[in-house]
């Protein structure tokens, strides 16, 4: 009998291999025996996370992290059936997710895309360099609760400021909750420039965002 442990090292460990009929087999195996949200945040997400840490340490390159977001992507896809019904539909809050001005890193941000998506939130994911203005614009658009906000390098934080600064001008700071991350951001800088909330990797952004909209 193989223990739930095993089944969720399992899960974790077919999508650190980035190959997606690994990931599928390893899910049909856990659909018996384990619970689909536990499936997706304790097995897969996991695996993804470990991927993010590699591909941050040099182990593991770009193509690599694609092939195993989309291998967890199919994964997740193929629980949809066994979801409680609503809960597709009834989301748990909508994020804005992108990387500010000025700063062409995509990868981070789009891990933390994926896992807030497979945890239940809507996301949008505006992309990368992307301006102050079109951060609030779509927060606008969709209704957000949440923007996300990535910057990897030390001269493209005060993009996070800025984008703050603009949803009080706007009327809609108290309405749309904010969390930065990024290489260089910190919870100094995150209390500093009036952020909510400050995540160090795409586990800690799904709880904390959790923490926040749930």
Known sequence: MISK???????AGAVITCKKDAVLAAVEKAKGELDPSEIIEKGLAAGMNQVGV??????????HVMMAADAMTAGVAALKDLMPEGSASSKM???????????VHDIGKSIVSTMLQ????????????VPIKNFVQKAKEVNANMIGLSALMTTTLPGQRGVIELLKE?????????MIGGAPATQAWA???????YAENASEAVAKAKELLV
């Open 191 to 197: 209390d500093k420039i009036g952020a909510d909330c």
């Open 5 to 11: 442990e095993e089944l969720l090292q399992e899960l």
């Open 54 to 63: 590699l591909f941050e340490r040099g182990k593991l390159f770009l193509p």
């Open 118 to 129: 497979s945890a239940g939130f809507e996301v949008h994911d505006i992309g990368r360099d």
């Open 170 to 178: 706007e009327g809609m700071r108290d309405k749309v909750k904010v």
């Open 93 to 103: 809050g909508v994020i804005v997710n992108g990387t500010v001005e000025g700063d």
